[in-house]
């Protein structure tokens, strides 16, 4: 697990310089080797991977049902979220950080369930995203942007946005979750292999009134073993439990008590196989917008990926170059930059009546809307 030398002194000078720092970490300067050769607009396909789990949200019953599956669905998505690139390269990386309007498009499953990501907001960076299964009629709306603070021996990052997850009923009516995000903590500072654990609690929040409360504990916590979790369903935040669900988000989480209908032991879902996560599909670079993450970012991802550090950087500077030009231009002509696949809308009225619900003011409270356009 040691770093090779060659890397031990621009790590220790690294973490210096991370003692020191305030402010988003997008502005920090990491050493090569840690760089990912991808953008943080693609981070929202992890939302879609459970395909299969999403799509089953619709087949719920009842309202009870259907909240189990969107908790279900929620805690599936957790293991590629937070532990996919050190489970592939051994070490969490630092991905771009994403130009204004940058886009990711992708899909499964021929166009079954379709993703657009934008980067919605550059200073503080802001990125909006929407998740489609129209033969289902399940959307995932949300945004998300990083708080970040340095402490001791590891690093906080609280996550600033949240999801809203509608299901059209075949009544026609319209049912919507509140999801908020977890805070994560990068730990492994130390060794030279930072990796993510998740910590304190989040919440589903459903207009039909159940609620889901996610504890999530690591190794040094109280039950001792990483990527722990610790779910209630209640009615209403602080009601009635009426399942309770435990286990490890990267593994098996079973039902344990109490839970309704005898439920308890039973199997609730496991994490632990690959097979139930299906990589995005995306078009190939020549045939992507100038807008899309990777085609803007081809030049510095292949340099990353070769090793060759130096026409990275070259291609980074040439990129955030003409990001800072163009923004110049539309200042000098009287324009403010325009979004291209959502529309903003400030003070969401539906985010706030279920984020009401939770007895928890959130620190934001803009939602960004798919333009129809774009849909
Ligand atoms: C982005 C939104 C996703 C969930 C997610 C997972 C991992 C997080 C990432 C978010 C934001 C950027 C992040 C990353 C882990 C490490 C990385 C915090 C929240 C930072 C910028 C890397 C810092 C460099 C270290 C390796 C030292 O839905």
């Given at each position: 697990t040691a770093l090779p030398p060659a890397q031990k002194s621009s790590w220790g000078s690294f973490l210096k310089s991370l003692a020191s720092f305030s402010g988003d970490l997008s502005g920090l300067t990491a050493?090569?080797?840690?760089?990912?050769?991808?953008?943080?607009?693609?981070?929202?396909s992890y939302w879609g991977e459970p395909k299969d789990f999403f799509a089953a949200i619709a087949d719920g019953k009842t309202a009870e049902e259907r909240h189990l599956l969107v908790t279900r669905w929620f805690l599936s998505t957790l293991s590629g979220q937070f532990t996919r690139r050190e489970k592939e390269t051994g070490s969490e990386k630092k991905p771009f950080n994403p130009f204004l309007g940058e886009q990711f498009l992708g899909s499964w499953d021929n166009g079954e369930l379709v993703l657009h990501v934008e980067q919605v907001s550059h200073h503080p960076p802001i990125t909006a995203y929407h998740l489609e299964n129209k033969k289902k009629g399940i959307v995932y709306e949300g945004n998300c942007a990083q708080k970040t603070s340095f402490s001791a021996r590891q690093i906080s990052v609280k996550q600033v946005g949240h999801g809203l997850l509608r299901v059209k009923l075949p009544s026609g009516e319209t049912e919507t979750y509140l999801i908020t995000l977890p805070k994560l903590k990068i730990e492994g500072l130390w060794t030279g292999r930072p990796y993510v654990e998740l910590t304190e609690t989040s919440y589903i929040q459903a207009s039909h009134g159940l609620t889901s409360t996610i504890k999530y504990s690591g190794a040094g916590w109280v039950s001792g073993t990483s990527h722990s979790h610790s779910t209630t369903v209640t009615?209403?935040?602080?009601?009635?439990?009426?399942y309770t669900l435990t286990g490890t988000w990267t593994g098996e989480t079973k039902y344990a008590?109490?839970?309704?209908?005898?439920?308890?032991?039973?199997?609730?879902?496991?994490?632990?196989?690959?097979?139930?996560r299906t990589r995005v599909d995306v078009k190939p670079v020549e045939e992507?917008?100038?807008?899309?993450s990777r085609r803007a970012w081809k030049a510095v991802a292949d340099g990353i990926r070769s090793g060759d550090y130096d026409s990275a950087s070259q291609a980074k500077s040439a990129l955030e170059n003409a990001e800072r030009q163009r923004r110049k231009d539309e200042q000098a002509r009287g324009e403010t930059f325009q979004l291209r696949l959502f529309d903003k809308r400030p003070n969401d009225p539906e985010y706030k009546q279920l984020a009401h619900a939770l007895k928890f003011k959130p620190e934001e409270e803009d939602s960004w809307v798919l333009k129809t356009s774009a849909a």
């Open positions: 050493p090569s080797f840690i760089l990912a050769p991808f953008s943080l607009t693609e981070f929202p009615s209403g935040a602080g009601g009635p439990t009426l008590k109490p839970s309704r209908d005898g439920k308890e032991g039973q199997v609730f879902f496991d994490a632990s196989s690959d097979a139930m992507q917008n100038e807008f899309e």
